[in-house]
C-alpha cells in the first residue's frame, strides 16, 4: 500500500510540505501509467528468488488555476509491505 497526505480532499497528488506553491507530487505506475492515490494504492507482486520489484515514476503536478510560487518540495509517501 502507497499512501500520504494529499494536496487536496479527493485529490491523488500527495501534499508538497515545502515552500514551493502550486504544485505536488504525482505517482504512477510505470507501464500502465494507473494513478497512485495519496488516498491509498494497493498492489500485488509476485516473489521471485525472495525479491519483489515495484516499478512506479513520480513527476510534479502543476494545479490549474493556482499560481506558481518556487521554493521547496517536500513530499513523503508511505510504503506499507505486508506478506505470508
Not at 520489484?53 to 512506479?56: A, K, N, R, S
Not at 494545479?63 to 518556487?70: A, C, I, K, V
Given at each position: 500500500?502507497?499512501?500520504g497526505p494529499p494536496h487536496a480532499a479527493g485529490q491523488p497528488q500527495y501534499?508538497?510540505?515545502?515552500?514551493?506553491?502550486?504544485?505536488?507530487?504525482h505517482l504512477v505506475e510505470?507501464?500502465?501509467?494507473?494513478?497512485?492515490?495519496?488516498?491509498?494504492h494497493h498492489a500485488s507482486l509476485a516473489v521471485a528468488s525472495g525479491a519483489a520489484?515495484?516499478?512506479?515514476r513520480s513527476y510534479f503536478y502543476r494545479?490549474?488555476?493556482?499560481?506558481?510560487?518556487?521554493g521547496s518540495f517536500k513530499s513523503a509517501a508511505t510504503v506499507?509491505?505486508?506478506y505470508d
Open positions: 500500500v502507497f499512501a501534499a508538497n510540505h515545502g515552500t514551493a506553491t502550486g504544485v505536488s507530487l510505470q507501464g500502465s501509467e494507473a494513478v497512485m492515490p495519496a488516498a491509498g520489484t515495484y516499478q512506479g494545479h490549474n488555476g493556482s499560481p506558481l510560487q518556487h506499507v509491505v505486508t
